[in-house]
């Protein structure tokens, strides 16, 4: 599936908090007392070559794995097709060991769905997203919450337990996920991922069952491209047949052919797919 390039697709989108977010670093310096027991992750940002806060890819592609698992496994309940547990060291798709002794078109059909997409240990992902830095000419303001333990005997707040995390207040993070050699219901699955993270039903970083995390998303731009000698009139994913009812109009450029669709068009295909026929349909199910 990767030694070919049939079709591409690349979401860009503004990441806006809707409220305290918080990427945890992880490295935090407990001998300076100035700075929060927990601080935001930041990199170099490549505009303006200075330290920024950022929402890394690794984090994007986490939230939006984990929803992707909980909704297939909702989409095929009752159906032959399930979805593994990445995390299991027995049963993950990538683990087994049938599985990485396949060949290349036989180990992809091997995988779950959320690993055809996502990939495991055996099976290079399909999706690939970008640090999402803030835009330079939308400032950044970080502030600091404090937090408590509360003692389990009195109820009551925990002397010496006071501990401050550093979060983004406001700012506008322009993301970007490149999805390659897709079939229709993964570009879908991903738009519907991206409408949940807008409206709320998930949430990114940590605390986000203390209100950390709401974020709004922005200006969705789906710019897709098709390597074939004559593209359809409307999407299509790897296999010819594999067609959603939403028309692109094609210009050819140096390499294949570029096009755009709407993000409320490719939700509304999207509230028409049959997950488990389509997976089907692709040859696709799992071991």
């Known amino acids: 599936m990767h030694s070919r390039a049939v079709n591409e697709a690349r979401f860009r ?22 700075r929060p027991d927990m601080e935001c992750v930041r990199s170099i940002h490549p505009a303006t070559g200075k330290e920024s806060v950022v929402i890394p890819g690794s984090s994007l ?20 097709i399930s979805v593994c547990n990445p995390l299991d060291r027995k049963a993950a798709c990538g683990r087994q060991k049938a ?21 495991s240990l055996a099976l290079g992902s399909r999706v690939y997203f970008r640090d999402a830095f803030p835009a330079p000419a939308h400032p950044v303001v970080l502030g600091e919450r404090k937090n408590v333990a509360i003692d389990r005997v009195t109820g009551g707040a925990r002397g010496g337990a006071l501990f401050g995390l ?24 991903l738009a519907v991922v991206l409408d949940d993270l807008n409206q709320g039903f998930i949430g990114l970083g940590s605390g986000t069952s203390r209100g950390y995390g709401r974020v709004t998303i922005r200006d969705v ?16 994913g790897y296999e010819p047949d594999d067609r959603l009812p939403v028309p692109v109009a094609w210009t050819r450029r140096a390499a294949g052919f570029e096009g755009e669709i709407s993000f409320e068009a490719l939700l509304a295909a999207a509230r028409e797919v049959d997950y488990a026929s389509a997976i089907r349909r692709e040859g696709g199910g799992g071991r």
């Open 13 to 34: 989108f503004a990441v806006l908090p809707a409220g305290p977010l918080l990427i945890r670093s992880g490295s935090e310096d407990p001998l300076d007392p100035t």
């Open 61 to 80: 592609k986490g939230v939006f794995r984990s929803r992707a698992e909980q909704l297939l496994r909702g989409f095929l309940y009752g159906s032959s």
């Open 99 to 119: 599985v990485q002794e396949a060949s290349g078109p036989q180990r992809y059909l091997r995988h779950c769905p959320a690993c055809q997409l996502f990939g």
């Open 166 to 189: 550093e979060v983004v207040e406001s700012a506008r993070f322009e993301a970007e996920m490149v999805l390659s050699n897709y079939d229709t219901w993964q570009l879908c699955l």
């Open 221 to 236: 731009v789906i710019a897709l491209r098709d390597y074939r000698a004559e593209p359809p009139g409307q999407v299509t």
